[in-house]
């Protein structure tokens, strides 16, 4: 699959297979920018001990809003590519990743790295913009 094109009208490029995460699409002529590094916040809560050996670094997450978060209205979960918790964008640095997605920008997440410390797990990630 990596690599083919599909038109999708006369004149059109249409999606196109990429390598950043399994089976995810990159846009043709894109340009994703990197705009922020950090930890997953909240992994304490979440019992992650059957997901864990699943995830992998590389993988691609998936963030979603949560408007109605009765602790953060900024809040943005952290889910595996499995749909599982994960937890959330830290709430000192969501302000800004959640104003964009509420403007609908395509923001993608994947995960860099994990670490167990005695019953935590570091899940340290990656958020990028994707703009065609």
């Known amino acids: 699959m990596g690599g083919d094109l599909t038109l999708v009208g006369p004149g059109h490029l249409g999606l196109v297979v990429g390598p950043e995460c399994e089976g995810g699409l990159a846009l043709p002529y894109g340009r994703r920018v990197t705009l922020l590094r950090c930890r ?53 640095r969501n302000e800004v990743l959640a104003r964009l997605m509420d403007a609908g920008k395509r923001l993608t997440a994947a995960l860099v790295s994990k670490e167990w410390d005695g019953a935590w797990l570091h899940l340290e990630m990656e958020i990028a913009l994707e703009e065609v």
């Open 40 to 92: 997953v916040a909240g992994t304490g809560y979440a019992d992650l001990d059957e997901e864990e050996p699943k995830l992998q670094p590389g993988e691609c997450l998936v963030l979603l809003r949560e408007p109605s978060n009765t602790h953060d209205p900024l809040a943005i979960r952290v889910l595996s590519s499995r749909r599982r918790k994960l937890g959330y964008v830290p709430a000192d």
